[in-house]
């Protein structure tokens, strides 16, 4: 494959790179010039590793299959789940959101029994009330959809 | 100088029930507050100042400083079990505490983290008692030509510690450098890569990107292997003390390694601004460089375990040194310590010099206490992290992605930063599996406000030629110094596969 996903990173970074450098265009000098300062040397930074990257062989799937990166779980569905963890704690907040999620990811993304996941529910409770709002007294995030309704 | 007036202060502590009492409450606080990635010091401090209210000051601040003393102890929990910094120094322990958990040897690694731990911190105190006399010109011979040229040359000697390619070390470490950009420009006030977003007009979150890089790859990996953090099957998940005694003699086996480390962490602590990241990672690098079989490290070398160690305990030392004597924090943990110290009635400033010695030494004292006791308080909690890495990650994975949100979210109180650490955490994850380290993201991410600032000034005094002064141009050899070592290191056939530090 022409552009795998080793090559695909390498682009990512010199597209971070580039796009400031590019904004950076747009601002006054004094704010552009620590952008420049580091955006130049980034951006050559990384077209050198993207010609590196060109003309040395592909290892690094193999690597990551020594790793087990490829084994069970499928980087998708990893994603997936950090999406769901995101939009549960955002939307729900902790002290609802992190108990369910948590919940949730035992049952289905592990597939353990209902009982491991209320007993993994019930202490990520315990833990987020007991220690961060009863002992810590710290305000936790109450989810943008329960804010909205209350 | 009056030995009445060093160690007086000492036996008033270690005989009154009340100092020691608190001294052994704020160990296990600090060690909790350092152990949850995302808390932190700077929190824990900020969360006790409430509890220190109508405390006498000495007694308010030898409790909050023992508790700022200790929090890299627990931040080196997990660290080492998890691969999850728990707090940003502590990134440089996983580097090989983390290799050493999956091969079975927590209780070691945590073992030469204690030591060195404790032992860092006693030499950081001593290292502050013995610079009271020649404080002032130490702290002044750095001019802001050199702040920049040394934010410089962190990033090249973390980058130089990417054994597989420090292009990819450099760049990563000026992406962190970028990131820390982003905010309003402090010399015109524009807006820099905000996208007219509010939450990012006072700049990226450290802590959010830092568990960004650092925690949620962590977790997408392991769930995406499956199984349990430790690559070790059939063990009982039970705890063992001669493990954990074993890593304490390794500090002992080490004893050059430890005193230099200690020595180099007080001497980057006492720099203001410079305290934090910066020791751990130097130290790490400076164990790399001296040591025999540099190749081992990043695999499980437990030397890669004491260099940062003893350098986050003893950096604290180091940085008291400009916030009690100048008002200037040497970190940004000192800088809430600063602000919990006047709130109790303590003034920092040149006249603790001249009627505060009393204070200054209980303060002293207090560290290296602190630091020592806390051997004996992990030792007691020990067992019980050890066993969490025969934790499977199944259950792992969800609390610390819950806990890691937390964290993002506790650091600023903005959901915003919950998501920018979920963008970012993606990104980690290809930077890891693809071979670009971690680290230097953060080094430059810490770095770059100070760099910054450095620059206009140094600019503004010197103009374009500010990199001639003598003490620059050391520093500007030392950066030259670290690539050359590294591409002579990386052309030796038996190191090319060298030093692999990757998180």
Redesign the interface.
Known sequence: MMFD??KT?TL??LG??TG?VL??LT??S??A???F???I??MM??A??LV?DFTTAED?PK??QK?????????A???A???I??AF??GIG?QWG?PI??AL??RY??R?TWG?ACF?AL??FA??FGV?VWL?E????QG?IIERLM | MDLGVMFGPLLNIITSPYLMGLILLAIPIGIFFGAVPGLGGKLGVVLMIPFVFGMDPLAGAVFLLAMHAVVHTGGSIPSILFGVPGTGPDAATIVDGYPMAQRGEAGRALGASLGASGIGGVIGALFLAAMLPVLRPVVLAFSPAEFFLLALFGITFIAMLSGDSLIKGIAVGFLGLMVSLVGLDPHSGVQRFTFDQLFLWDGVSVVAAVLGIFAIPEMLSLGVRGGAIAEVEGKPARYDISQVIEGIRDVFRNPWLTVRTSIIGAVIGAIPGLGGDAASWLCYGHAVQTCKNPENFGKGDVRGVIAPETANNSKEGGSLLPTLFFGVPGSSGMAILLGAFVMLGIQPGPQLAINGMDLVWSLIWALALANFLSIFVFLAMAPAFSMLIFVRGALLIPFVLVLAFLGAFLSEAGWENMLLMAALGVLGYYLKKFGWPRPPFVIGLVLGGIAEDSIFKALAIWGPTFFLRPMSLVLIGLIVMTIVIYIIRLRKPDRKQGIRYDV
């Open positions: 996903m080793r990173v990512v970074m971070i790179f400031a904004i950076a601002l006054p004094q704010a010039f620590m952008p300062l580091v955006g040397p980034g930074l990384c050198a590793q590196i690094a690597a990551s790793d087990g990166f490829d084994d069970s779980r499928t980087e569905q990893m994603f789940w950090l999406g963890f995101t704690l955002i902790f992190g999620v948590v990811f035992v993304g592990s353990d491991n993994a202490g990520t833990v987020l961060f810590l710290l305000h936790l995030f943008l």
